[in-house]
């Protein structure tokens, strides 16, 4: 399964995945990482889906950037948040030392292993020195096609194995959550902030 078929799983189901995650309270998180970032600081929301998150930090008076694979996620998430949102490949950025913090909410996980540790990199470059990434996978060890997309899970151990890849960036706070969406709350996800040295 490639990347294209789960960009294409998004622009299908857009509207429903929409619904389903943009009015999930996820401000615990949120203000996790917005409490380690300098005021007025400039995110960018790699993966930006229905737009929640964007829309939460311009709230608090951030300078966001939105980015989603899915063309139709870009339009919904643009009429939500009032921002334009940019239709554009995670493999594409090629930003240097722009952003304050990186939000990569459920995103980044859609990468076979090989492919995010070359994002990866690529994220630590677009961050300004001290900046941070924000980054959540589905709790596990499982790698290929589920329920229409593809996904990496991530336990500590295998996270702690995948970044001594990426050089300048360490492990700041790790964290075990249950899914927010009352559905799907028996689903555990791995939470990370990395901070680039």
């Known amino acids: 399964m490639n990347e294209l078929e789960t960009i294409?799983?998004?622009?299908?189901?857009?509207?429903?995945?929409?619904?389903?995650?943009?009015?999930?309270?996820?401000?615990?998180?949120?203000?996790?990482?917005?409490?380690?970032?300098?005021?007025?600081?400039?995110?960018?929301?790699f993966g930006c889906g229905s737009g929640r998150d964007t829309k939460y930090f311009l709230s608090q008076g951030y300078q966001v950037e939105a980015v989603d694979g899915s063309a139709e996620l870009c339009r919904l998430a643009g009429e939500y948040t009032g921002v334009n949102v940019k239709n554009m490949l995670f493999q594409e950025l090629a930003e240097?030392?722009?952003?304050?913090?990186?939000?990569?909410?459920?995103?980044?996980?859609?990468?076979?292993?090989?492919?995010?540790?070359?994002?990866?990199?690529?994220?630590?470059?677009?961050?300004?020195?001290?900046?941070?990434?924000?980054?959540?996978?589905?709790y596990g060890t499982f790698a290929g096609e589920r329920n229409g997309r593809y996904f990496t899970d991530m336990t500590e151990d295998t996270f702690a194995y995948f970044i001594k890849q990426i050089k300048n960036v360490k492990i700041e706070e790790q964290w075990i959550t249950s899914d927010v969406r009352p559905e799907w709350s028996d689903e555990k996800w791995l939470n990370l902030i990395l901070r680039k040295e």
């Not at 294409?8 to 970032?37: C, G, H, I």
């Not at 909410?105 to 090989?114: R, T």
């Not at 995010?116 to 959540?136: E, P, W």
């Open 8 to 45: 294409n799983y998004y622009n299908q189901n857009a509207a429903r995945f929409t619904a389903e995650t943009v009015q999930v309270n996820f401000e615990s998180t949120q203000k996790r990482f917005a409490d380690k970032l300098p005021v007025g600081a400039a995110i960018l929301d």
């Open 96 to 138: 240097v030392e722009r952003y304050d913090g990186i939000w990569a909410c459920s995103s980044i996980l859609h990468l076979p292993p090989e492919e995010l540790a070359d994002v990866m990199r690529k994220m630590v470059t677009a961050l300004k020195h001290n900046g941070i990434i924000y980054a959540s996978f589905k």
